[in-house]
T-cell receptor, first 119, second 115 residues
Framework: KAGVTQTPRYLIKTRGQQVTLSCSPISGHRSVSWYQQTPGQGLQFLFEYFSETQRNKGNFPGRFSGRQFSNSRSEMNVSTLELGDSALYLC??????????????????FGSGTRLTVV | AQSVTQLGSHVSVSEGALVLLRCNYSSSVPPYLFWYVQYPNQGLQLLLKYTSAATLVKGINGFEAEFKKSETSFHLTKPSAHMSDAAEYFCAVSGYGGSQGNLIFGKGTKLSVKP
């Protein structure tokens, strides 16, 4: 079965521009999470979506936003890019069960990531 | 609050030697614990996970980890290292059956395997 698909794989943007990254989860996975990976800060949680609703958000500025569509596909957007936004952005999908306020997560499968370079 | 500490940012072993990567966690709720591996320019691949069932967890590629509540540890081991094991390894924690929706990762340990 197909894994988590992230597009594009590589992206070069200029400071001040905005960017949109896409993530298609594994079929049947309704939870999608995003992480930023940098050499200095490591892996940091950005946000998580379930059933088109943001359930959790990490400690990132409002320039970072995301959304999830009815087919569980997710996008994240970064506006007014800064040099420090250069990173590998990873998406993870998971099979969950239960109600929105009390979910059980069966585990996370990661995509290969989008390498964003801001110049 | 939850946190993960991986002891040793770099570990080097000889091919055929024991691999031991250390992970200690802090969690105010029953934790779910994970080990992931990352090869260069790749995403994260799940090696194994602890979800409050058996304390000794077996994963892929011959890796296993033991959950020790008294020591708040979840160290990753492999009896005999192979050249293909060279990669970066991350320990992660989430709580409440993962319902908190996010993983807290350690800083990672780079494993080198010498021929």
């Amino acid at each position: 079965k197909a894994g988590v698909t992230q597009t594009p794989r590589y992206l070069i943007k200029t400071r001040g521009q905005q960017v949109t990254l896409s993530c298609s989860p594994i079929s049947g996975h309704r939870s999608v999470s995003w992480y930023q990976q940098t050499p200095g800060q490591g892996l940091q949680f950005l946000f998580e979506y379930f059933s088109e609703t943001q359930r959790n958000k990490g400690n990132f500025p409002g320039r970072f936003s995301g959304r999830q569509f009815s087919n569980s596909r997710s996008e994240m957007n970064v506006s007014t890019l800064e040099l420090g936004d250069s990173a590998l952005y990873l998406c993870a999908s998971s099979l969950v069960a239960g109600r929105t306020d009390h979910l059980f997560n069966y585990g996370y499968t990661f995509g290969s990531g989008t390498r964003l370079t801001v110049v | 609050a939850q946190s993960v500490t991986q002891l040793g940012s770099h570990v080097s072993v000889s091919e055929g030697a024991l691999v031991l990567l250390r992970c200690n966690y802090s969690s105010s709720v029953p934790p779910y614990l994970f080990w992931y591996v990352q090869y260069p320019n790749q995403g994260l691949q799940l090696l194994l996970k602890y979800t409050s069932a058996a304390t000794l967890v077996k994963g892929i590629n011959g890796f296993e980890a033991e959950f020790k509540k008294s020591e708040t540890s979840f160290h990753l081991t492999k009896p005999s290292a192979h050249m293909s094991d060279a990669a970066e390894y991350f320990c992660a924690v989430s709580g409440y059956g993962g319902s908190q929706g996010n993983l807290i990762f350690g800083k990672g340990t780079k494993l080198s395997v010498k021929p």
